[in-house]
């Protein structure tokens, strides 16, 4: 008797989101999706994938949308990366996005129980997705570890503050103590996404909307989030002018 192979898909430990529709980039995402516009010499989306998978992080899950297809056909299983890429396709699945956090919750099923969140459309290429940081993240008692970079100047008054200690802050918008911005570069918990905490059940299957900032803020009144500053190399690529910026350097 012939037995066909068990298939068993690997949790992914990297989660890219890539399934925003780009508004201010337009008319450059009209056509394109904002993670596949170039930059010095390949897709923004690449320089991730490649910084990543050079960390040994392989297994990988892509959220879609807009023009999801061509995210795809660009990036196709990851093979030619030396990873594997599964995707979360929301855009076939309910017709839009859902958000930051109601794209993670979808997603939440095929990731691993600790992760690698970071944005499609921000360009890093100096960034280390360590494997010390990781293992160091997943044996703490923290929710979620982020990266924060100095204030850029469509940014000037940052998004979150950080304590000597290395506590992640929930600053209200009139303090005077300084914050950073959070570089969408950062390790969570499976659990930093439990229904107890959002609302949604893990693959969020009515496919509710839902942002990351206010878990976060969440997770940060109860001291269980940790950030350091990363001063590298790091554009948020949200317009054209920027994107040519970045291709004239």
């Given at each position: ?10 949790q992914a430990t990297v989660m890219i989101l890539a399934a925003g ?103 890093a290429p100096d960034f280390v997705f360590s494997k010390a940081a ?49 570089s969408t570069i950062g390790l969570y918990k499976k659990s930093f ?57």
């Amino acid at each position: 008797m012939n037995h066909q192979p068990i298939h068993i898909t690997p949790q992914a430990t990297v989660m890219i989101l890539a399934a925003g529709r780009g508004e201010r980039m337009r008319p450059l995402t009209d056509m394109c999706p904002k993670p596949m516009l170039v930059v010095r010499g390949k897709p923004l989306i690449e320089w991730h994938i490649e910084a990543l998978a050079l960390q040994g992080n392989q297994d990988m899950l892509v959220n879609t949308a807009w023009l999801g297809s061509q995210i795809e056909q660009g990036l196709q299983d990851g093979s030619q990366f030396k990873t594997h890429i599964q995707y979360s396709r929301e855009g076939v699945d309910f017709g839009r996005a859902l958000e930051t956090a109601g794209g993670i919750i979808r997603a939440l099923p095929l990731l691993a129980d600790t992760f690698w969140l970071v944005a499609g459309d921000v360009f890093a290429p100096d960034f280390v997705f360590s494997k010390a940081a990781y293992n160091a993240f997943a044996s703490s008692d923290m929710q979620a570890h982020l990266w924060l970079v100095p204030n850029p100047e469509h940014n000037p008054k940052g998004d979150f503050g950080l304590d000597g200690k290395g506590l992640a802050l929930n600053l209200p918008k009139e303090s005077d103590e300084p914050k950073w911005t959070y570089s969408t570069i950062g390790l969570y918990k499976k659990s930093f996404f439990e229904m107890s905490k959002t609302g949604i059940p893990a693959g969020n299957p009515h496919g509710v909307k839902a942002a990351l900032a206010p878990l976060l803020r969440a997770a940060m009144d109860k001291r269980l989030v940790t950030a350091e500053v990363y001063t590298g190399d790091w554009t948020d690529v949200g317009t054209p002018e920027r994107l040519r910026e970045l291709n004239n350097f």
